[in-house]
Every structure is written in C-alpha cells, then in structure tokens.
C-alpha cells in the first residue's frame, strides 16, 4: 500500500514539471493505477492501452476497471476487448513483440509464476516441482521472480531477464501464469502453457495449453506444448498496424 502512495506522489511531481500533453500508459497493474491517479489529480488527459482486457485470477482485473474509467482515449489489443469498451476507443493489437521467422527451440524454458490475487492461492511448491518436470525432458530453465504484488514473497526469483523478448522468441516454452505465454508467446511462435486461473478471460492462440495448478495437470500440458513445437500460429493479439495507430491518434489528440 506504501508503495502505490509513493508512485502516484513521484508521477504528479513528475508530472507537474514537464507538463505533458497526454499520458500513455499500458497495462493493467496496480503501479499504471495509481500513475493514472496522479494524472487525474494533475489534469493530464490518459490514452490507455490494453484496456478492455479480462483477467479474473487477479486483482488486475479491478485496477484495469479503475484505469479504463480515468484513460479519455482506450486502445485494446483484441477484438474481444474491443467489444466491450465505449467511448474513444481503438482495436491495435500487441506493441511489445513484431512477428518474424520462427525460430527453433534452442532448449530452454521460461518459468515465470506470479500469486492468484483473487481465488484460491497457488501453492509455493509448483515452481520447483515445475523446474523438476522441465530438466526432466532436458530443457534448460529460465527464472524470473514474480510482480510486486500480495504474495509475491512465495515465487522468488530475478526480477528481469535481459532481452526477454529475444529470449522468449527463441525459448522451445514458456510456463507459468504471465500474460507473455498468452499475448507475445504466440505471435513469435514459442509454445506456452498457463497454469491456475491469473489470466482466465483473456482469448488464447491453438498454442497455449491450459493446466490446473495440480502437477498432473501440468505435466500433461508440457508435454502436448512440447510435441506442438515452435510453429507459425493465427493470434487475437497480433495486428500490422498497431504502433502507428497508436502514434497517429495521440499525436491528433494531443
């Protein structure tokens, strides 16, 4: 709770002084959230992107409500999203990663487990009993810790990973609960498996594989991931022209 305090009073006195035109944030966390706040209390009209989106596993799922009702301009990455919104609002798709070659798996896996902030909570041990189950079939495991949030203390690990979209478009999977496995992984062609309920709501590409938090579950979607492999796939996130939308329609609103 201190934390979100501090970032709305760091982000209005950073505001204050350069006297923006508009606010570009993306996302759904609590730290967007209370920037957004301070955006409102300062009087900087917000575009946001990534609005629309659902995700009932987490308390996201209400600071998104939170920032969509501040934001004057939504932009949203899908077309279910797109759907749901009123007002000025865009479908763009996903900024963060373009689509390329696919690339093969060079054998390592990329293991990121955030806390449910909503329902039953994951059980700490998953992530080593997950880590077991990949050095098993011979992948290499990649770590990252999990977001600041409640419970984060019981997923440990670093807190980035240099160049993690290079990493992830050239990883043979990605597991865990982040949103990566569902938005990115798919439109660089990296298999995923999403374990729990954090990201239930959101649409998935044919190469997500779905698990509950029981380890037989998982087993069984690494697997399947595995045998579907690194492979070109249709994607709800994915559109040509997202950045220049977005640039096109700040700078017209601005």
């Not at 939170?66 to 996903?94: N, W």
Request: aromatic share 6%; glycine share 10%.
């Amino acid at each position: 709770e201190g934390m979100a305090a501090q970032a709305i009073e760091s982000t209005a006195l950073k505001l204050r002084a350069h006297h923006p035109d508009l606010m570009l944030v993306c996302g759904d966390r609590w730290e967007i959230a209370s920037a957004c706040i301070a955006a409102t209390l300062v009087g900087v009209p917000i575009a946001h992107l990534g609005a629309g989106e659902t995700t009932r596993g987490s308390y996201d799922e209400q600071f998104r409500g939170a920032i969509e009702a501040m934001a004057s301009i939504k932009f949203t990455l899908t077309q279910q999203a797109f759907a749901k919104i009123t007002g000025h609002s865009y479908r763009v798709g996903c900024t963060s990663v373009e689509r390329g070659a696919i690339e093969a798996g060079d054998g390592r896996a990329i293991l990121i487990m955030h806390p449910q902030t909503r329902g039953e909570q994951l059980d700490p041990v998953i992530k080593p009993q997950i880590t077991a189950l990949l050095k098993h079939r011979g992948l290499e495991v990649w770590l990252l810790g999990a977001n600041q949030d409640r419970g984060a203390g019981d997923f440990p690990g670093p807190d980035s990973l240099d160049n993690f979209h290079d990493r992830l478009r050239s990883a043979s999977l990605i597991i865990g609960n982040s949103s990566a496995g569902i938005i990115e992984a798919p439109i660089v062609g990296t298999p995923s498996v999403n374990i729990g309920t954090r990201q239930d709501g959101r649409p998935q590409a044919e190469s997500v594989f779905s698990a509950t938090a029981d380890i037989k579950s998982i087993e069984a979607a690494i697997d399947k991931a595995l045998a579907f492999g690194k492979r070109k796939v249709p994607s709800p996130y994915w559109n040509d022209n997202a950045i220049s939308t977005i640039v096109d329609v700040c700078t017209s609103m601005s």
